[in-house]
């Protein structure tokens, strides 16, 4: 055959062969994940719980996939802003969020959302903090039961506070009043902060929180939402003790896209877990008075699954869901 013809038919095969080269590029590509930095968005503004759990674990997450973790924080609307971002960004591994339980096993069943649960994949919890009933400064009660005598007597003396409708604070003393058949005034702030102060300034008479706020602030305690006392406050007794047997923690860890890979799925559960056993994590979670607390991805949404279960129905008591 001539020669100008076989030139012909081995243009053609380079031609055929050019996409097949680009996709095993590809292939390789995806296979060396993370190849890049990693975007970890936070559904608060800086300063607060979720935010600063996220710059403890950045260091060691980082560590552990060989690229950089970047905190990324979207605050507003109760975290249901930026845990919406996670939702619809691509699931390549590149974006990934640390939400704790608001704003998906509570939000939902508030308001009307782009997103549920089945919107995202749950990589790893990473922290479990134990809630505590935290009394004011100058509050007239000490415990649960002289709380819940104030409320009978003069519901409308007994002023609370939340960091936001429909928080999992606002929840569980929601629902214990409601146990108690007491009626009182909610007082919602931003955050956790600007509520220790009006607690400190007398403003309001009680609220539920993480124990480092009363850590901070030298508030009194009344109540642990736990199933057993902790270590941090031996004295100071359950709910459950108080005759209410309300359980209740905020707890938070890493989300994906609904459609992630298993491939990566699998790379960052397995950083996730050197990470939370690290020194430097447990060290900086310890100056939070935060606790440490891994599970897999599985156990993770078993968990919300669970606990948004549950959500629904107080809320529907408390006349608050929209469903």
Request: glycine share 12%.
């Given at each position: 055959?001539p020669?100008?013809?076989?030139?012909?038919?081995?243009?053609r095969?380079?031609?055929?062969?050019?996409?097949?080269?680009?996709?095993?590029?590809?292939?390789?590509?995806?296979?060396?994940?993370?190849?890049?930095?990693?975007?970890?968005i936070?559904p608060?503004?800086?300063g607060?719980?979720?935010d600063?759990?996220?710059r403890?674990?950045?260091?060691?997450l980082?560590?552990?996939?060989?690229?950089?973790?970047?905190?990324v924080?979207r605050?507003?609307?109760?975290?249901?802003?930026?845990?919406?971002?996670?939702?619809?960004?691509?699931p390549?591994?590149?974006?990934?969020?640390?939400?704790?339980?608001?704003?998906?096993?509570?939000?939902?069943?508030?308001?009307?959302l782009?997103?549920s649960?089945n919107?995202?994949?749950?990589?790893?919890?990473?922290y479990?903090?134990?809630?505590?009933?935290?009394?004011?400064?100058n509050?007239?009660?000490?415990?649960i039961?002289?709380?819940?005598a104030?409320?009978?007597?003069?519901?409308?003396a007994?002023?609370?506070?939340?960091?936001?409708?429909g928080s999992?604070?606002?929840?569980?003393?929601?629902?214990?009043?409601?146990?108690?058949?007491v009626?009182a005034?909610?007082a919602?702030?931003?955050?956790a902060?600007?509520m220790?102060?009006a607690?400190?300034?007398?403003q309001i008479?009680?609220f539920?929180?993480?124990?480092?706020?009363?850590a901070?602030?030298?508030?009194?305690v009344?109540?642990v939402?736990?199933?057993?006392?902790?270590?941090?406050?031996?004295?100071?007794p359950?709910?459950?003790?108080?005759?209410y047997?309300?359980?209740?923690?905020s707890a938070?860890?890493?989300?994906?896209?609904a459609?992630?890979?298993?491939?990566?799925?699998?790379?960052?559960?397995?950083?996730?877990?050197?990470?939370?056993?690290?020194?430097?994590?447990?060290?900086?979670a310890?100056?939070?008075?935060?606790?440490?607390?891994?599970?897999?991805?599985a156990?993770?949404?078993?968990?919300?699954?669970?606990?948004?279960?549950?959500?629904?129905?107080?809320?529907?008591?408390l006349?608050?869901?929209?469903?």
């Amino acid at each position: 055959m001539p020669q100008e013809w076989w030139n012909r038919i081995g243009r053609r095969c380079l031609g055929l062969l050019a996409p097949l080269a680009i996709l095993s590029g590809g292939a390789g590509a995806q296979e060396a994940y993370p190849a890049r930095p990693i975007q970890l968005i936070v559904p608060y503004p800086p300063g607060g719980n979720t935010d600063l759990m996220a710059r403890a674990l950045q260091q060691s997450l980082s560590q552990a996939l060989g690229q950089g973790v970047v905190v990324v924080n979207r605050g507003g609307a109760s975290g249901t802003i930026g845990d919406a971002e996670v939702a619809r960004a691509r699931p390549d591994g590149y974006t990934i969020g640390l939400s704790p339980n608001t704003p998906l096993t509570a939000q939902t069943h508030l308001v009307p959302l782009s997103y549920s649960l089945n919107s995202f994949r749950f990589l790893c919890l990473v922290y479990d903090n134990p809630q505590v009933l935290v009394l004011g400064r100058n509050a007239p009660f000490r415990d649960i039961a002289g709380m819940v005598a104030l409320g009978r007597t003069k519901p409308e003396a007994l002023v609370y506070g939340s960091p936001g409708q429909g928080s999992t604070q606002h929840i569980l003393i929601a629902n214990l009043l409601r146990r108690a058949g007491v009626e009182a005034l909610h007082a919602p702030f931003s955050g956790a902060g600007p509520m220790a102060q009006a607690a400190l300034g007398g403003q309001i008479m009680a609220f539920v929180e993480s124990p480092s706020i009363p850590a901070s602030t030298g508030l009194p305690v009344a109540g642990v939402f736990n199933a057993a006392r902790i270590a941090s406050l031996p004295q100071v007794p359950t709910v459950t003790e108080a005759g209410y047997p309300i359980v209740g923690s905020s707890a938070g860890g890493l989300i994906a896209p609904a459609g992630l890979p298993d491939a990566i799925a699998a790379v960052i559960q397995r950083a996730c877990g050197e990470a939370v056993a690290s020194e430097s994590f447990r060290t900086a979670a310890g100056r939070l008075n935060a606790v440490p607390s891994y599970a897999s991805g599985a156990e993770f949404r078993e968990r919300f699954v669970a606990e948004s279960d549950s959500n629904r129905q107080v809320l529907r008591d408390l006349g608050m869901a929209h469903e």
